[in-house]
């Protein structure tokens, strides 16, 4: 049943989603399928059925039951649900999306139409845990009659009401309302107290196992007319139980573990005295209770987690989870107050990893924070995007617990001064600071040059802190950094002196990424930079928008001999031109050259030409020429190259090719490991697209785009029907 706008579903959460289907109803709400149009992620909703007979009758006791169904859900799989959905509108209506779970009915049809189509099949028991659906069952079972009174749990205990959560491949049971009567629901006495839950040891579930042990069998191969009969026959049990237990557990198809078969036949004996008792579960739901509690990762990245929500999490399942090793709160709603709460507690001595980021968390949480002395083991904290200043961020320094600290992410906060980082001596592990989009400008350079303590930092992110000529003459003196790996220096002020200074340093001896984009380096700070001779283990430099133009290519070309281990080159936006394209094209040093991006440079035909007769990057493998202008003339001469055999990318887009371009590519023969073309916003037509569509070795071709180019579906056909092509897997048009 598809439903375009269900009208049970509160307005806000209805709005949020699209392509509802309905999968089940219960006595009191609806569950749906649907799709979460932020994200296109796929949801389960529960929402009360405002039009059930039920509902109406006792509003009140349906909305409560609705509320603790959704707190037993979020007390035992916080992370399965998204409680920033929780929605109770002006009319009433509530509702709520969690990640993905279905009815067993739903899935035992989905293994008997595979089996009729002929289809590999297998049976519930090769498929899931069926100890793990005893376990689960029962402890809500145990939940309903001890604490909210329930009797008759039997009535829910069928496939038709049994949720599974593919998730976690847990299980649950639905439509509480069944079997809880509102006259006999009551949390309080007439004096105002809250009831005691009577003391049951020996509480009598002889009812509920055997149906149990019933859904057991049906989810392994015993028919709907059997299971009618059995029930039928439930107070004579003329044989019939005897025998179709036999049948199902001795058929081939059944893979049950012996121990598990005998168990399954106990549950469905004549005498209830013979069942097993609910304490013999006991090892089976240990099992299952320690394997919750033996989770080590946990991502509630975008939960709508608040600070209540945190709280909660804390005091629930999760915090009996001692085995937590990485935990992802990112993107939530999370302050102080439940920053202070989370730093408080104990439980998770085994954190390694912890995910804070794009929350709201400011100097008073950061401070508690720095007062944690439990995660010891703690190696990755990321605080990136909240609102921590100096003050806060200080506080966190004076921590002494976490030794073994590797990884600390402050970007984006409002961090101006770091003097007081040098004072920490406890994180002599750390391997990478992220300090980017702070506003640490010369002094905090400075500062941080002065560090003696971080021997191991391998990874510094600077980017975006208002850094000049003085704070990375300053950065260059750093002698302590002799593990430096990643120096990310992009969109600062940084001019032709400082690059001079960096390209002094002879401590980072290591160095294999440095990131200068958007910084005023000009035609002289590029030959300054070129010079270096202490940096012969680089890979990776990126100078985009760097204002080079031709002499600063001409010079970084004519000028270095050292960086032989060069592997990918950024120079986007620095109007190189034709004769730019021309001075890089003869470097003979740079032979180990795999990726070269010249995307918006001014490049013509004769740059094409240059580029395409190198003979030195044999390594090659992606080569962005990105809204540059080489025409049909260019495309011709860059598909002439027979050096760059290992080219796997080619990005073209927006360089006035038409038909004529497009025909000179297609007869490439020595990119055969191209896997990824993009010719769109150009000028190939239909005509273009025809002889494009005749090239015979691009064999390992997965992604083409042609966007934006006067293509038809004739024009596309062509390329579609191209039998080389056989891995092709994204065409755009």
Known sequence: MDIESPLQIPSKLRQACSDYKLISQTTTYAVYEAKLLQNQQMVTIRALDTSAEAVKTNYAFAATLFVQELLRICSLHPDLLFLNT?????????????????????????????????????????????????????????????????????????????????????????????????????????????????????????????????????????????????????????????????????????????????????????????????????????????????????????????????????????????????????????????IIELADYTGWKKLESLDLSQNKIGDRGAVELGKNIAWTKLHTLNLQHNSITSSGAAGLFKNTAWVHLKSLSLGYNAITDVSFMNDNTS???????????????????????????????????????????????????????????????????????????????????QLEELLLDRNPVYERGAAFLARNKTWKNLKTLSIADCTLGIIGAQTMVKNNTEWTNLQALNLTLNNIDDEGVGYLSQSTVWQNLESLDLCWNSIGWKGAEHLAKNETWKRLKVLILKINFIGDKGAAALSGNTSWTELQTLNLWGNSIGPEGSAALSRNTSWDKLTKLDLSKNLIGDAGAAALGENSSWKELETLDIRFNLITQKGAACLKNNVNWTRLKKFSY
């Open 427 to 509: 994180w002599t592990e750390l391997e990478s600071l992220n300090l980017a989009g702070n506003k640490l400008g010369d002094k905090g350079a400075s500062d941080l040059s002065k560090n003696t303590s971080w021997t191991q930092l391998k990874y510094l992110n600077l980017r975006k802190n208002g850094i000049t000529d003085r704070g990375a003459e300053d950065l260059q003196s750093n002698v302590s950094w002799k593990e430096l790996r990643v120096l990310d220096l992009v969109e600062n002020r940084i001019g032709e002196k400082g690059i001079s200074a960096l390209a002094t340093n002879t401590t980072w001896l």
């Open 86 to 338: 929780f929605e109770i509108d002006e009319s009433g209506k509530m509702g709520f999306a969690t990640l993905p779970y279905t009815l067993l009915r739903d899935e035992l049809d989905n293994l008997q139409s595979a089996k009729a189509n002929g289809t590999i099949i297998t049976t519930f028991s090769e498929t899931k845990s069926v100890k793990d659906l005893i376990s689960d069952v029962l402890s809500d079972i145990e939940f309903l009659t001890t604490k909210l009174n329930a009797r008759n749990c039997h009535r829910i205990i069928n496939i038709q009401n049994i949720y599974h959560f593919k998730e976690k491949d847990t299980y649950f049971l639905g439509d509480w309302a069944k079997i809880l009567n509102p006259k006999n629901y009551s949390i309080e006495h007439g004096n105002g107290e809250l009831e005691k839950q009577p003391d049951e040891p020996n509480l009598n579930v002889a009812d509920e196992i055997f149906e149990l042990g019933l859904a057991v069998l049906e989810l392994n191969g015993l028919s709907q007319e059997k299971l009618e009969s059995i029930s039928a026959s439930n107070s004579t049990f003329d044989g019939k139980l005897n025998y179709a237990v036999q049948e199902v557990l001795e058929d081939d198809n059944c893979t049950l573990p012996a121990k598990t078969k005998s168990l399954v036949e106990r549950m469905l004996k004549k005498d209830e005295n013979l069942r097993p008792k609910l304490e013999e579960f006991s090892s089976i739901r240990a099992k299952r209770e320690a394997q919750f509690k033996g989770f080590e990762t946990a991502n509630l990245r975008q939960h709508g987690i608040t600070d209540f929500a945190l709280s909660t999490l804390l005091s629930s399942t999760y915090g009996a989870w001692k085995s937590m090793k990485h935990l992802n709160l990112a993107e939530n709603a999370i302050h102080d107050k439940g």
